[in-house]
Nanobody, 127 residues
Framework: QVQLVESGGGLVQAGGSLRLSCAAS????????MGWFRQAPGKEREFVAC????????YYADSVKGRFTISRDNAKNTVFLQMNSLKPEDTAVYYC????????????????????WGQGTQVTVSS
């Protein structure tokens, strides 16, 4: 398994931006499918975005499409989530996740598809 550490969360006003980072340990980072999930208080964990190994392909939840961008730097073992035009409903703990195998689009949104998880970083958007 890979070890994941998120950073970059914080408090921001509606309409603002944040950039989350997820640093991964291990020498096989480039072989992992990476995802971002979030969990708001009292709600289930939900899929946000994922990026496949090469970084050329990405996939987003409808709720963040056009506002969030996932990217990765395989040389630095890091995946990013650029969040723009933030809304109060984006408030949640954001988790980075890694899957050791290829994931099809039918399963990338399932938390059970991922093998490793970070500890999460809090994002709070004020109205």
């Amino acid at each position: 398994q890979v070890q994941l550490v998120e950073s970059g969360g914080g408090l921001v006003q509606a309409g603002g931006s944040l950039r989350l980072s997820c640093a991964a340990s291990g020498r096989t980072f480039s072989s992992y499918t990476m995802g971002w999930f979030r969990q708001a208080p009292g709600k289930e964990r939900e899929f946000v975005a994922c990026i496949w190994r090469s970084g050329d392909s990405t996939y987003y939840a409808d709720s963040v499409k056009g506002r969030f961008t996932i990217s990765r730097d395989n040389a630095k073992n890091t995946v990013f989530l650029q969040m723009n035009s933030l809304k109060p409903e984006d408030t949640a703990v954001y988790y980075c996740a890694a899957a050791a195998r290829f994931l099809s689009t039918t399963v990338v949104g399932r938390s059970t598809s991922y093998d490793s998880w970070g500890q999460g970083t809090q994002v709070t958007v004020s109205s």
